[in-house]
């Protein structure tokens, strides 16, 4: 089975985290993710994620600690899910893949209908929101 590396960024802004719509002409349509994409050849996470987020959503984020990544299992392919917390710090959010972004707290977090693979990092940033998210709560003014 083909494992493929896929970085993730939960972004961090005003004590919120960005969730991304997957689109119609993305697989999943309309799943919740926390952005990012496949590792190219020879490229590490960190600068993958970098680049990622300025492709889907043309902003940059500062990558200030990694998280546990997650293996997911989908038909046909397993996905090596990497997840970094990071902090908007510059740029206007354009969709440019998805169909829409939120900013969701720790309340809303459950509530949106996540692509399989994120729901593991979903649960893990629910668990230990104080530590992750409000600590870091003046982080990045975008």
């Known amino acids: 089975m083909k494992i493929i590396p896929v970085t993730c960024a939960l972004i961090i802004h005003q004590g919120k985290v960005l969730a991304a719509q997957r689109s119609d002409s993305m697989d999943l349509p309309g799943k919740w993710e926390f952005p990012g994409g496949k590792l190219e050849e020879g490229e590490d996470p960190k600068s993958c994620l970098i680049r990622e987020i300025r492709e889907e959503l043309a902003i940059d984020v500062e990558i200030f600690a990694g ?10 392919k397993i996905i090596h899910l990497i ?24 309340n809303e977090l459950l ?6 693979a994120d729901i593991p990092i979903v ?15 003046a982080e990045g003014n975008g």
């Open 111 to 116: 509530s949106l209908d996540w692509a399989a």
């Open 123 to 137: 649960h893990y940033l629910y668990d230990n929101w104080v530590k992750l998210v409000e600590s870091n709560k």
């Open 67 to 76: 998280l546990p990544p997650v293996d997911f299992q989908y038909p046909g």
């Open 83 to 106: 997840p970094f917390l990071t902090t908007w710090k510059n740029g206007q959010i354009c969709l440019l893949e998805h169909s829409r972004v939120v900013w969701v707290d720790r």
